[in-house]
């Protein structure tokens, strides 16, 4: 980044976007805040209002994380082909939601995932064990928000200053804790709905613009790019990233696992369920969300390519070597360069979406969690007969706690690619939760035991690799590069994890002492399929 001037400039233009972004979330959680906020119902669903349409607009705006924006469009530019896996899975994950989970989900549950799970067993054990499943999921993908909110700040400000990307990381966990506890699921849904609007005009913005440039041309587009990420060919074939020996091979495959499987375990997905009234208004709010997301997943390829074609893969490499500020220095690019009026003001706007995508995203996030510790955790340790304080006020509480752990960790990973981190929620996710999940809606016999032992056996796994995987240690791009106890080859776990999970749910199942409760299982099926009793 060169140029004072032209620095200046940029950068007071996108700080005065940031700021009207948060002055008008802001407003919308305080008017909100205002309203009743009292009850449990009104604080985790919103009070069931949202029609299916603006339901899947939040999904939307919830899914459609700085991991997508930033980091796919990144990892493109980087790698090309290899970097397309992570659009092509974030994507085939929605027909999974829709087709095993989101009805269901909506009719058996009434604020959690937990919920769903305990409807048939012993609560305390399946709460305690999902809700601890569900709050590591979740600060796992807070920390990939964060991470995207330092390099987006640090590109803005010269790219030069640690303390700033430290402060932005700070900031927005603040921002974060202020949304959720004052305006709960309401407010929090509205600022999604806005998000998913600016990030689709965003995205289709700068997508016109590419294709303009290259004449609509996506062949030339395609060879631009592979010429100027100085691999060639190889940019557009299979391999760059993912082709170097056999643990290159299984990563691949871990990762499309974690992907495609994941989005169906994600807290923060599946509370977005229960603020429809209906079972059916869930399912065609998927249908939304189905719509809006494949249509930004296709641009994120277009921008990849683009930023790589048009900005040059070495130059991406060079402002952040994980590749998170891509999509930032296509728009300066497009918009006519560095020191340009279109290039200044293009920049600034792209930067202010992006950073308005992250604080949505962390904020439906954090209500995931918080309604987890509240509602799952509280809720199922406090002794009987305890004096009951309001789970609302344990969830806002919580809420802070669950910040001040994601900052610290934001801190701690600066430098890992934003898409590749939320990879690493997903495993976890999908080797934790979704056995769980599948077991209690699909199995007739599932038991408490091979509940917990479904969630453990997934999670600890899960936790455990990832600790000994090159991620943490023994290598230049780790999170500790300067000591080695790395055991495990594999960057992601969920080839391993994610059939150890649905392995443990089986196991606790057969061994378990408890007979399966027919008719509770029979309840929950009916409940489930017709909508019967479903709060």
């Known amino acids: 980044m060169s140029g ?28 909100v805040g205002r309203n009743r906020q009292g009850s449990a119902e009104e604080f985790y669903a919103g009070g069931r209002l ?130 959720v506890s004052l305006g709960g699921m309401r407010a929090t849904t509205w600022i999604q709905i806005v998000k998913a609007v600016l990030l689709m005009a965003g995205a289709v913005a700068l997508t016109v613009l590419v294709l303009v440039h290259f004449h609509g041309n996506v062949n030339a587009l395609l060879n631009s790019a592979a010429e100027r990420s100085g691999h060639g060919k190889d940019f557009l074939a299979p391999g760059l990233r993912y082709g170097g020996g056999w643990t290159a091979c299984f990563d691949f495959i871990s990762l499309g696992l974690a992907l495609v499987l994941g989005t169906a375990g994600l807290p923060h997905i599946l509370s977005r369920f229960y603020t429809v009234p209906t079972a059916r208004a869930a399912r065609r709010s998927v249908v939304w969300s189905i719509g809006l997301i494949g249509s930004f997943y296709l641009m994120t390829i277009v921008l990849g390519f683009g930023a790589a074609a048009l900005v040059g893969t070495a130059e991406v490499r060079a402002s952040n070597a994980s590749g998170n500020t891509a999509v930032p220095l296509l728009a300066l690019v497009l918009g006519g360069g560095e020191g340009s009026t279109g290039g200044t003001v293009l920049f600034a706007v792209v930067a202010a979406i992006a950073f308005a995508t992250i604080l949505a995203v962390v904020a439906g996030i954090t209500l995931a969690s918080s309604a987890s510790v509240a509602h799952d955790l509280y809720a199922s340790l406090r002794r009987p007969g305890a004096k009951q304080h309001s789970e609302v006020a344990v969830a806002r509480v919580a809420a802070a706690g669950v910040g001040v752990v994601a900052i610290a960790l934001g801190l701690l990973a600066q430098d890992l690619n934003v898409a590749f ?78 059939p150890l999970g649905f392995l443990a749910g089986w196991l606790g199942t057969v061994t378990s002492p408890e007979p399966p409760d027919e008719a509770k299982h029979a309840e929950t099926e009916v409940r489930s399929l017709t909508g019967a009793g479903a709060v």
Do not use: K
């Open 421 to 498: 981190l939320v990879g690493l929620a997903f495993a976890v996710a999908a080797s934790a939760n979704l056995p769980a999940l599948l077991y209690s809606l699909f199995w007739r016999n599932f038991t408490t035991r091979g509940a917990v032992w479904a969630v453990y056996g997934g999670l600890i796994p899960a936790v455990v690799l990832v600790l000994l995987s090159p991620v943490v240690s023994g290598s230049p791009t780790s999170l500790f590069p300067g000591v080695d106890f790395q055991l495990f080859p594999l960057e992601n776990p969920g080839l391993v994890s994610i």
């Open 50 to 179: 949202f029609s299916p349409m603006e339901n899947g607009f939040a999904i939307a705006g919830d899914y459609m994380s700085a991991a997508s924006f930033l980091g796919i469009s990144g990892l493109i530019a980087l790698f090309g082909y290899d970097g397309m896996l992570y659009s092509v899975g974030f994507l085939v994950a929605w027909l999974v939601v829709l087709l095993l989970v989101a009805e269901l989900v909506r009719n058996c549950g009434r604020f959690t995932l937990a919920d769903v799970v305990a409807a048939r067993m012993a609560e305390r054990p399946v709460r305690t064990a999902v809700g601890t499943s569900s709050v590591t999921v979740s600060v796992l993908y807070l920390v990939a928000q964060m991470v995207g909110a330092g390099s987006l700040v640090a590109l803005l400000l010269g790219g030069t200053s640690e303390a700033a990307r430290s402060w932005t990381v700070v900031g927005v966990g603040a921002l974060m804790v202020i949304y």
């Open 4 to 31: 004072d001037e032209w620095g200046g400039d940029h950068q007071t233009l996108a700080l005065l976007l940031f700021s009207a972004f948060i002055a008008v979330t802001l407003g919308i959680t305080t008017w």
